[in-house]
């Protein structure tokens, strides 16, 4: 995590990470001003609450309450050696709490990562830079000793080459790339979480069998998102990058909508219309993309070639978007790497849905093909020890598909989580399923699946395909575990040999969607100096329902943003008529505004934590709409889950709104205790909230410069780096 440290006035500091500001002084006895904890003082705070944190994991998990435990810590100093000190950390605990959890507890507490940290020793580099802002990533790992080089399947350069490839791409674009986490918790299993430091929004996972492997995984994740845009999805690009000379790439294409709003003849063709508009409901304005909002330039398109002809086909941005996530997207040494990779994913993700929804049971890898792989087992033995039994499965489909599955059940909570991964040689794809369980994960991470179900509507919904491929968090069906399999089990193989042995996997990969009467559109996109490509396969790898073209679009955003920005400049009638459309949009009403309007704003903020009833709930009060108002508090109340500051502010709200809407009380008789209760500068901001003198408290003004927005301005800042680059090498000019 990069922390940047700014000098304010006198002693104090502040340092800024992610999304939060800390602010740090010195005691008046050292010439501060005594405004704010020390630096030191936040380091012995920080041992104090990691341990607490720990502690209320380890109760959350088994429901024990933590109303009546408390902790404390103190620091003992060494008179003769002030750095040399002990921290003596003390909890209470309720009686009734057993013995095997009090010692659970205590256990805890020692798993606290300062308490590890400072026991490892941490070391210190301390060193002088041109510009902090350009210092590159320094490889992120040391470099190889000599000619001491990694080779693994899959890959068409050895790992150490490929880490420095993709770390120089990155740091010729200007990102600044740092590892947030490792996680390692059984042998032969990494996963890593890197990010932007300057824009942590920008973030991928990455996995493997070593260090090395995890690295590229991530590297190469990033890599393929950033050619993509995919960190950007669904975010408005600002003023300036909507006006420019592209949006998106050199190449891309706008075009307008036909007569009585028609799809325009350039874009698509009648393979994918049947598919994305089968009832003839598309329309060209449910394409108008959400990034520029340009929709007086039309629908922004960009290329894609169709695999069978090698014709040239135009797919509106808004429709990738809104369909397909970042399926089918891969980086690789080569185009033949990446696409491999591009098409594992797909029918790792098709195999899934499949088996999901058809409720199939698979079956069991034998354990005679399973003792190929000595590390996988190893790795499976070690979780099975921990009390996670796991079940490895051939999710080929009889040999259809390079697919496998392996899945953790967790005796403790009664939840499951199936991984599922995908390459053309068997052990590779073995090798991810495995590892992609692992990926980020805790042993308390565990906990958090869901338990199977015989209800095969909660299995078959679309929703709970799209919950699985975000964050695995959907559910599956019992008859998965059916000790009777639907399918044989296929000892199958479908990798190449030899130097061309990616070029032949793909040609395989491809030939499987062509006995499928499937058609693939594939970009490529090399101009960052890397490889990458994305595959749509219409009908197959779709993540959400064609329908949501029409019916949840993102581009709904285009309909409140520039008015929800503009919420302090805006007449009572404009205010009355975003309310009226608000209620008629049926839009949830606890969707947040981030994703209504496709802008990032501080989560630690009111405009970070509003939703659409919340900002119906305040244009009630703007516009002096009483009754409305103490019907929209007392449900913002009872759902809502807010800051205890913002609550207090809205339960101060309801009792002058009743004051207010009761002929017989005077909001004068209670003004004093009110105060009392609320405080002072609370009761005066909800007493002009509901007389109509202050509007929209909490949220700070703004307009669609996005001026104060400092967490989207990072985004875009980062954006602008990738569009740079794509001006610059298609000798085009980008915005200042």
């Keep these: 995590m990069e922390i940047k440290v700014n000098y304010l006035d006198n002693l104090r500091l502040e340092a800024k990470f ?272 959400t990034n520029s909002g340009r929709a007086d330039r039309g629908i922004v398109s960009l290329p894609f070639v169709r695999h069978s002809d090698g014709e040239t086909v135009y797919f509106p941005s808004n429709l990738i978007e809104n369909l397909y996530l970042s399926n089918g997207m891969s980086a690789g040494n080569t185009l033949a790497e990446a696409q491999v990779q591009c098409l594992s994913e797909i029918f790792e993700r098709a195999v899934k849905r499949k088996i999901i929804e058809e409720e199939l049971a698979l079956p069991d890898v034998p354990a005679e093909v399973l003792a190929r792989y000595p590390e996988i087992v190893e790795g499976i033995e070690a979780l099975e020890a921990q009390g996670f039994p796991v079940l490895v499965k051939d999710a080929s489909l009889g040999g259809q598909f390079p697919v496998m599955c392996v899945t953790l059940m967790n005796p403790k909570t009664g939840g499951v989580f199936a991984s599922f991964g995908a390459h053309p040689s068997f052990h590779v794809a073995l090798e991810r399923t495995f590892t992609e369980l692992l990926q980020g994960r805790s042993i308390e991470g565990f906990n958090d699946f869901l338990p199977p179900t015989f209800n095969s509507m909660a299995v078959t919904e679309p929703n709970n395909y799209v919950e699985h491929f975000i964050d695995s968090s959907g559910v599956i069906s019992w008859r998965f575990f059916s000790a009777r399999s639907d399918i044989d089990f296929c000892d199958w193989d479908f990798s190449g040999s030899g130097a061309n042995s990616n070029e032949q996997e793909a040609a395989t990969l491809f030939g499987i969607l062509e006995e499928l009467e499937l058609e693939a559109y594939v970009a490529v996109r090399d101009e960052l100096g890397a490889p990458t490509c994305r595959i749509l396969v219409p009908g197959f790898s779709e993540v959400y329902p064609v329908e949501d073209l029409v019916w949840d679009n993102t581009n709904v955003a285009l309909q409140y943003r520039e008015e929800i920005l503009n919420l302090h400049r805006l007449e009572d009638d404009r205010l009355a008529e975003l309310l009226e459309r608000l209620e008629e949009s049926q839009l949830d009403e606890h969707m947040d505004i981030i994703t209504l309007i496709g802008i990032e704003f501080d989560e630690n903020t009111d405009w ?129």
């Design 18 to 289: 992610d999304d939060f500001t800390v602010i740090s002084d010195q005691p008046i006895r050292y010439k501060g001003d005594g405004s704010a904890p020390g630096p030191f003082d936040y380091f012995l705070a920080s041992s104090a609450m990691c341990a607490a944190y720990f502690v209320k994991v380890y109760c959350n998990a088994r429901d024990i309450p933590t109303e009546n435990i408390r902790l404390s810590q103190n620091n003992i100093v060494d008179p003769e050696n002030r750095y040399k000190q002990i921290f003596r950390i003390q909890i209470e605990l309720p009686e009734d709490i057993s013995e095997k959890d009090r010692q659970g507890i205590l256990r805890s507490i020692d798993r606290c990562t300062v308490k590890k940290v400072v026991q490892e020793g941490p070391e210190f580099q301390i060193e002088v830079v041109e510009n902090i802002d350009e210092d590159a990533q320094a490889l992120l790992m040391g470099q190889p000793d000599g000619d001491d080089y990694t080779w693994i399947e899959g890959k068409d350069l050895p790992l150490e080459q490929t880490i420095a490839n993709m770390t120089g791409i990155l740091a010729e674009l200007g990102m600044k790339i740092e590892i947030a986490s490792w996680r390692n918790i059984v042998p032969h299993v990494w996963s890593l979480h890197i990010r932007d430091a300057a824009s942590p929004m920008c973030f991928t996972n990455g996995k493997g069998a070593t260090k090395e492997s995890a690295l590229c995984s991530a590297l190469g994740e990033f890599i393929e998102r950033t050619n993509f845009n995919f960190f950007y999805n669904d975010q408005f690009f600002g003023e300036e990058i909507a006006d420019a000379e592209f949006v998106h790439y050199p190449d891309e294409k706008w075009f307008q909508p036909g007569p009585g709003d028609a799809l325009p003849a350039e874009i698509l063709d009648d393979y994918t219309r049947e598919i994305y508009d089968p009832e003839g409901e598309l329309c060209g304005s449910h394409l108008i993309d």
């Design 608 to 736: 970070g934590q509003l939703t659409i009833l919340e900002l119906k709930l305040l244009l009630n009060l703007a516009l002096g709409q009483h009754e409305e108002a103490l019907e929209r508090v007392e449900m913002f109340l009872q759902y809502n889950d807010n800051t205890v500051e913002r609550n207090l502010f809205y339960r101060a709200v309801q009792a002058v709104l009743e004051i207010v809407l009761d002929d017989e009380l005077e909001v004068d008789d209670f003004r004093h205790n009110l105060g009392r209760m609320f405080g002072e500068a609370t009761i005066e901001a909800v007493i002009g909230s509901v007389l109509g003198t202050v509007r929209f408290h909490g949220l700070t003004p703004t307009s669609m410069a996005l001026e104060g927005l400092e967490k989207h301005q990072r985004l875009i800042e980062s954006y602008r780096k990738l569009h740079a680059a794509r001006a610059r090498r298609a000798g085009m000019r980008a915005p200042a």
